[in-house]
C-alpha cells in the first residue's frame, strides 16, 4: 500500500516537471509559431491603411535593393548625365534666341518632296559671345498652315555650342521654318535640380467623414511631420500616400480629396526670370522666309506596311497633312469605328489626356450609352455601353498625385497596376494607359516607379494573356504660359524619354502623342478634337 501510494506520487511529479517544460518550450518559441500562423491582411485595395509618424521608414525595411530601387538609380543616372549643372552668374550669360546663328546648309531656291533640310544652329549669350557647351532645350517645326501640315524637327546636339536641325521635306507647297528656344541650358538645369528638391509644390487636402460631418486635413506623398499620420500603402509595390490623422476618426474614413498649388519655389529669384513668358518660347528663325517644296519628278515612294506593334520608332516619327496624321514608317487606313469596336472591351487607364479619348468616343459612336456608375466629378468613373456590337469603354483615373482644384472621390481609387493585375485579358481586350502631366510638379523618381510599376504589371499581363492588346500614350505637350517650374513642358519631355526607354522591351504600341501634339503646334494640355481622333485612329488601325 506505501508502495503503490509513493510510486503514484512520482509519477505525478515527473508529469508536472514533463508538462511545466513543455509549457516553458512553447513559451518561448511563441513568437515564431505566431509568425509562422499570420495570414495577410488586407483592409481593401489599397491593400494596408495605417497610422505611422515616421512616413520616411518602410514596413519590412529591405537591406540590399530591390531590382526597382537599381532601376530607377540607372535611369536618375543616365537623366542627370543629360542635364548637367549649368550655374550662371547673370542673364547676359545665358543662351539668346535673338544673338544666336541659324544657318541653312545647302540653301536652294527650290526643294524637293522627300529631301532633307539641315541648319546649322550655333548659340551664343546675350552679350554676342558663342557658348561652348549644348543643353538647350529646343523645338523644331514646319508647317504649313493652308494645307493644315506640320511635323517636327530633328534636333542633334554637338555638346559644344552647336546643334543640327534637320527637317524632312513631307509635302509640296510653301513651308515656314520654326525654331524655339524653349529654355536656355541654364534654365534647363535649374528646372531640373529644383525639381528633384521637393514634394510641396502642391498641396492636397483629404475629406474624411465623421458621422455627418467632414474633416479636411494635410496630405501629402512626403509628409515631414512628428504627428500622427495616415499612410495609404500599396504593399506589393511600396508606394505610398499620407495624411494626417484627424483626431477620433480612423484612416479609412478618407472619402475625398482636392489640391492647390503652393507659393513655393526652389528657383532662384534669377532663374526665375529665365522663365518668365517673355523667355520662354523665343523664336530663333525669325527673320527666315518660307521655303518652296515642289514633286521634282522624283520615284514613286513604296508602298508601306500597315501600322502594326514593334515597328522601329522614327524622329520625326510622322507628319500632319490636309489635318490627318501619316506615320513615317508604316500606314494608317480610314477604320470604320463602330465594327472595328465590335466585341472589344477597352479600358482607358490614366489621366485626363486619355479621358478626353472617352468622351470622343461617346460623342462618335451614337449606340454607345453611358453607364451611371453613381460617381460625380471630373474624375469619375466612366463607362460606355454597346449592347448590340457587345462594345465596353471604360475610363479610370490613376491613383495619387491627382491634381485637381474641384474635389474628387477617392473612395475607389487604385494603382493601375492593381487594376492591370486584376484584369484577365484576352485577344478581345485592348488597354491604353496615359500617365505623366500630374507627375510634372514632383521629383522624377516618383515618376519612374510609376512607370516600372505599370511596366511590371503589363509584363504579367502579357504572359498570363499574351493576346492582350496595352497601348501606351505618351504625354502632350501644353501651353508655353503654363507655371514652368510646376508644369512645363521640360518635365514632360524627360518623362517623355523615360517611359519610352522603360516599356521598349515589352511588345506594346507606343503612340507618340509629344510629335504628334508638336507637329500640329497644339501647345494644349487638351489639345482639338481632330488631334483626339487621329490618336484614337492609331489605336483603330493597331486593333483592327
Not at 474614413?253 to 492647390?260: D, P, W
Not at 514632360?492 to 510629335?515: H, P, S, T
Request: glycine share 4%.
Amino acid at each position: 500500500m506505501t508502495t503503490s501510494t509513493i510510486n503514484h506520487k512520482s509519477l505525478l511529479v515527473l508529469l508536472f516537471i514533463l508538462a511545466s517544460w513543455i509549457t516553458y518550450t512553447v513559451f518561448q518559441n511563441s513568437t515564431k509559431l505566431w509568425t509562422a500562423l499570420k495570414l495577410p491582411i488586407s483592409l481593401h485595395h489599397w491593400n494596408d491603411i495605417m497610422k505611422s509618424s515616421h512616413p520616411e521608414a518602410p514596413l519590412n525595411p529591405v537591406v540590399s535593393p530591390t531590382e526597382t530601387e537599381l532601376r530607377i538609380k540607372k535611369i536618375m543616372e543616365e537623366l542627370n548625365q543629360l542635364v548637367p549643372p549649368r550655374p550662371f552668374t547673370h542673364m547676359n550669360t545665358t543662351t539668346s534666341a535673338t544673338h544666336s546663328r541659324a544657318t541653312i546648309l545647302n540653301p536652294q531656291d527650290t526643294y524637293c518632296k522627300g529631301d532633307q533640310l539641315d541648319i546649322l544652329l550655333e548659340v551664343r549669350d546675350h552679350l554676342g559671345r558663342r557658348k561652348k557647351y549644348g543643353g538647350d532645350f529646343l523645338r523644331a517645326r514646319m508647317s504649313s498652315p493652308t494645307l493644315k501640315a506640320g511635323a517636327s524637327g530633328k534636333v542633334t546636339d554637338f555638346n559644344n555650342g552647336t546643334y543640327l536641325v534637320s527637317f524632312t521635306l513631307f509635302w509640296e507647297g510653301q513651308v515656314s521654318l520654326s525654331l524655339l528656344l524653349i529654355h536656355p541650358s541654364e534654365g534647363v538645369s535649374a528646372l531640373w535640380r529644383a525639381r528633384n528638391q521637393g514634394y510641396d509644390r502642391v498641396i492636397f487636402t483629404g475629406q474624411f467623414a465623421s458621422g455627418t460631418s467632414h474633416v479636411n486635413t494635410d496630405c501629402a506623398l512626403v509628409l515631414n511631420s512628428s504627428a500622427e499620420l495616415c499612410r495609404y500603402l500599396d504593399a506589393q509595390d511600396q508606394e505610398a500616400f499620407y495624411c494626417m490623422k484627424p483626431p477620433h476618426v480612423p484612416c479609412a474614413a478618407l472619402t475625398h480629396m482636392r489640391s492647390k498649388n503652393k507659393e513655393v519655389s526652389y528657383l532662384s529669384k534669377q532663374e526665375r526670370s529665365l522663365f518668365e513668358r517673355s523667355n520662354v518660347g523665343v523664336e530663333i528663325m525669325d527673320n527666315f522666309d518660307a521655303i518652296s517644296v515642289s514633286k521634282c519628278n522624283k520615284k514613286t515612294v513604296p508602298t508601306k506596311k500597315k501600322c502594326r506593334f514593334g515597328m522601329a520608332p522614327a524622329i520625326p516619327s510622322g507628319h500632319v497633312w490636309k489635318d490627318t496624321w501619316n506615320p513615317v514608317s508604316c500606314s494608317l487606313a480610314p477604320i470604320e469605328m463602330k465594327e472595328c469596336l465590335r466585341g472589344k472591351f477597352i479600358y482607358l487607364m490614366g489621366d485626363s489626356t486619355i479621358r478626353q479619348w472617352m468622351e470622343y468616343f461617346k460623342s462618335s459612336i451614337n449606340t454607345l450609352k453611358s453607364v451611371d456608375l453613381h460617381e460625380f466629378g471630373k474624375f469619375q468613373h466612366q463607362l460606355a455601353v454597346d449592347l448590340d456590337r457587345n462594345i465596353n469603354i471604360q475610363w479610370q483615373k490613376h491613383a495619387y498625385p491627382l491634381i485637381g482644384s474641384l474635389t474628387y472621390s477617392v473612395k475607389e481609387i487604385e494603382y493601375l497596376a492593381r487594376v492591370i493585375d486584376r484584369t484577365g485579358g484576352e485577344k478581345n481586350t485592348i488597354i491604353v494607359i496615359s500617365l505623366g502631366q500630374h507627375f510634372r510638379p514632383f521629383p522624377i523618381d516618383i515618376f519612374i516607379r510609376r512607370a516600372l510599376n505599370v511596366h511590371k504589371a503589363v509584363q504579367r499581363l502579357l504572359l498570363r494573356s499574351p493576346d492582350t492588346m496595352v497601348i501606351v500614350k505618351a504625354e502632350n505637350i501644353r501651353e508655353m504660359n503654363t507655371d514652368v517650374e510646376r508644369f512645363g513642358d521640360f518635365h514632360g519631355y524627360i518623362q517623355y524619354l523615360a517611359i519610352k526607354d522603360i516599356f521598349r522591351d515589352l511588345n506594346v504600341g507606343i503612340i507618340d502623342a509629344w510629335d504628334i501634339t508638336i507637329a500640329y503646334g497644339t501647345n494644349n494640355v487638351h489639345p482639338p478634337q481632330s488631334v483626339v481622333r487621329n490618336q484614337i485612329n492609331i489605336l483603330l488601325n493597331y486593333i483592327c
